[in-house]
């Protein structure tokens, strides 16, 4: 099955710097990969995705990369705030038949993001 | 607003008993959702998937028996974690999958302590 190596397992930043998580995958049929910001006791929220039809993906302070050859895709947060200090998982799945919907996630280790005001 | 439900939120319960978690989409129907067991510190693993009509798909090393689920209708997957011990001590959350927007949402998660 899929399995998703994340790092840095955990990342200190100084409020206004950035901050990157790396994530590998080894399945190369998989095709989604969500971001999701977990705070203490909540519930898992996504914060971006990116299909393996394309390579790059930006939010606001928020992009994502996709490199398909290698097998590994980033988050990418610019100047960063407090408010999102938080645990920040990657995720990989293959899309159903016809690729019209996403399937089980599997999740990297997550990462705890400390941004220091 | 959260689009997936899930009830309860805390569960503390005697060893032996059984315990069921609810999760419903609010807004979608969902033909298939998950559900993740996630203890403190680490990530979420997927226990098994949950299709609705059918038996549920598990993982490997997570007992069907033990961990019961139902999925009833397209709205609806329930939880039983049967004959609950110490050990199934852990924050159990689910996810629904919208089809029309391919975004899978999650609910708020039961932390279920047996004692």
């Known amino acids: 099955g899929e399995n998703v190596e994340q790092h840095p397992s955990t990342l200190s930043v100084q409020e206004g710097d950035s901050a990157v998580i790396k994530c590998t995958y080894s399945d190369s049929a998989s095709n989604y990969f969500p971001w999701y910001k977990q705070e203490l006791g909540k519930r898992p929220q996504l914060i971006i995705d990116?299909?393996?039809?394309?390579g790059e993906k930006k939010d606001q302070r928020i992009a994502v990369t996709l490199n398909k050859t290698a097998k590994h895709f980033s988050l990418h947060i610019t100047e960063t705030q407090p408010e999102d200090s938080a645990v920040y998982f990657c995720a990989a799945s293959m899309g159903n038949a016809g690729g019209t919907s996403y399937g089980k996630l599997t999740f990297g280790q997550g990462t705890i993001l400390t941004v220091h005001p | 607003g959260a689009v997936v439900s899930q009830h309860p939120s805390r569960v503390i319960c005697k060893s032996g008993t059984s315990v069921k978690i609810e999760c419903r989409s609010l807004?979608?129907?969902?033909?298939?959702m998950f559900w993740y067991r996630q203890f403190p510190k680490q990530s979420l693993m997927l226990m098994a998937t949950s299709n609705e009509g059918s038996k549920a798909t598990y993982e490997q090393g997570v007992e069907k028996d033990k961990f019961l689920i139902n999925h009833a209708s397209l709205t609806l997957s329930t939880l039983t974690v049967t004959s609950a011990h110490p050990e199934d001590s852990s924050f159990y959350i689910c996810?629904?999958?919208?089809?029309?927007?391919?975004?899978?949402?999650f609910g708020a998660g039961t932390r279920l302590s047996v004692l």
């Open positions: 996810s629904a999958t919208d089809l029309a927007k391919n975004i899978q949402y």
């Open positions: 807004d979608f129907q969902a033909t298939t």
């Open positions: 990116i299909r393996s039809n394309v």
